[in-house]
Nanobody, 125 residues
Framework: QVQLVESGGGLVQAGGSLRLSCAAS????????MGWFRQAPGKEREFVAT????????YYADSVKGRFTISRDNVQNTVYLQMNSLKPEDTAVYYC??????????????????WGQGTQVTVSS
């Protein structure tokens, strides 16, 4: 059974940084594309970033490009999201997601098959 467990969320002031982690179990981690999504109150879930199976390819939403960095450790079965220069509009629940063996980097949430429970990120102004 695939499990994704996010951690690292919290309250931070605008301009600050947070590092989210997502620990995966029950899967051969290196065969899965991993992604981060977020959902703010009253809004739809939106794509943030995705990373290929080996970690050598990434893609970001325009809203976070240059501020956020996605990475993965295929030994520790963990994917990370380093978030710098945070803005109040980054406030949301952040979700980790996984999909098996894609040769491209999906950006649509419907393409991901496994999801974590989410971690709250709140950025104060």
């Amino acid at each position: 059974q695939v499990q994704l467990v996010e951690s690292g969320g919290g309250l931070v002031q605008a301009g600050g940084s947070l590092r989210l982690s997502c620990a995966a179990s029950g899967l051969t981690f290196s065969t899965y594309v991993m992604g981060w999504f977020r959902q703010a109150p009253g809004k739809e879930r939106e794509f943030v970033a995705t990373i290929g199976r080996s970690g050598d390819s990434t893609y970001y939403a325009d809203s976070v490009k240059g501020r956020f960095t996605i990475s993965r450790d295929n030994v520790q079965n963990t994917v990370y999201l380093q978030m710098n220069s945070l803005k109040p509009e980054d406030t949301a629940v952040y979700y980790c997601a996984a999909v098996y063996s894609r040769r491209y980097l999906p950006r649509a949430s419907r393409e991901y098959t496994n999801w974590g429970q989410g971690t709250q990120v709140t950025v104060s102004s």
